[in-house]
């Protein structure tokens, strides 16, 4: 009943930047929490950030300072401003969403199919 979408990934130099973009769309009441996870070859996906309903926002030590999540309510959509990019940025970079299809029911979470981003020269 939930669909997310990314958008923005791609090729950049290191020190470059990207923006994502991931739009949720469907049937649903509310969504609390939206986040951007990540996942390298051989590695585990780890949360890089992640941002409530209200705003508040965490992010990982590693891209602490140089990445910038931010959310549109009203459009039902979550960005991930990407700067000074590693080549140890290249991964995978996928939404979620925490989604509260209804008043009454539980949250359910949500994931987008991903999109590539590679930090090389």
């Known amino acids: 009943q939930v669909q997310l979408v990314e958008s923005g990934g791609g090729l950049v130099q290191p020190g470059g930047s990207l923006r994502l973009s991931c739009a949720a769309s469907?049937?649903?009441?509310?969504?609390?929490?939206m986040g951007w996870y990540r996942q390298a070859p051989g590695n585990l996906r780890e949360l890089v950030a992640v941002?409530?309903?209200?705003?508040?926002?965490n992010y990982a030590d590693s891209v602490k300072g140089r990445f910038t999540i931010s959310r549109d309510n009203a459009k039902n959509t979550v960005y991930l401003q990407m700067s000074s990019l590693k080549p140890e940025d290249t991964a995978v970079y996928y939404c979620?969403?925490?989604?509260?299809?209804?008043?009454?029911?539980?949250?359910?979470?949500?994931w987008g199919q991903g999109t590539q981003v590679t930090v090389s020269s």
């Open positions: 469907g049937s649903f009441w509310r969504i609390n929490a």
């Open positions: 941002i409530t309903s209200g705003g508040s926002t």
């Open positions: 979620n969403a925490a989604v509260r299809p209804g008043t009454f029911r539980p949250e359910i979470d949500y």
